[in-house]
């Protein structure tokens, strides 16, 4: 994607409904994302290896479907 700042093609939030935006990001202490202006330092980061679509996802996923709108169905009374 154009919008980020890794060489990636996924976002951790893809097939979720957000509101907001993050305006500071820390890592181990230290600023890496201010208000727009990216402050990482190269070499700096620790690869994590991680499952793919983690159980906290599946839960965001659920939380977000029982948030969806949903027809309600009436008797038709005569």
Do not use: C
Not at 36 to 57: H, W
């Amino acid at each position: 994607m154009k919008t980020h700042h890794q060489q990636v093609d996924f976002n951790v939030f893809e097939g979720m409904t957000v509101q907001g935006v993050a305006t500071h990001t820390r890592t181990r202490g230290a600023l890496a994302w201010t208000d727009g202006d990216l402050r990482a330092v190269r070499g700096a980061g620790q690869y994590l290896k991680r499952p793919p679509n983690p159980s906290n996802f599946a839960a965001a996923r659920v939380a977000n479907k029982l948030k969806e709108p949903h027809p309600v169905e009436r008797a038709i009374k005569v």
